[in-house]
């Protein structure tokens, strides 16, 4: 099991910030080599993701559900992929706290176990592509909330708790 963790400052509250992490188009465009997000269901989601960790670039078929959504405080998901030859499994959870400014302060921490091939590059290659990764992510969502660009909560905010990836 691997695990990542870091937070993330916005100037814009976390109401509003609700909506763009919970807002399928929107995710799509911020995640790096993601082709796609299609909404399956009020809690479940499904995409295309390519990521590359040195010379392994697999595309991954994902599958997420979101199992706790505590708006606009908490989101808690689970996402497994398959790639030829590679696959992955992770929880990760985040917490939108507002400062005193009325800006917000986000917390995240994930877990993942990886197989395969990507796996066979270790924890410290895993690490710096999930952080370039993460990074990349929350800035081009803080830049769409900047540009004003239109988001909209599409995720249940009382999801099934007890849905997983095997049903």
Avoid at 59 to 67: G, K
Wanted: net charge negative; hydrophobic share 40%.
């Amino acid at each position: 099991m691997i695990e990542f963790s870091g937070d993330f400052e916005s100037e814009h509250p976390p109401a509003e910030l609700w909506h763009y992490f919970t807002d399928p188009g929107i995710l799509a465009q911020c995640a790096p080599g993601c082709d796609h997000i299609e909404q399956e269901s009020d809690s479940e989601l499904s995409a295309t993701v390519s990521v590359g960790v040195g010379s392994v670039k697999p595309t991954f078929d994902v599958d997420m559900v979101v199992v706790e959504a505590d708006r606009p405080h908490k989101l808690v998901m689970n996402a497994g992929g398959d790639a030829s030859r590679n696959s992955f499994e992770a929880v990760a959870e985040m917490t939108l706290e507002e400062r005193e400014d009325g800006g917000t302060h986000a917390t995240w921490h994930a877990e993942t176990a990886v197989s395969g091939l990507i796996a066979s590059l270790g924890q410290r290659a895993l690490g710096s592509v999930a952080d370039r990764l993460v990074s990349n992510f929350f800035a081009d969502l803080e830049a769409l909330a900047d540009e004003g660009v239109p988001a909209e909560s599409k995720i249940s905010e009382k999801p099934d708790a007890a849905a997983s990836l095997d049903e």
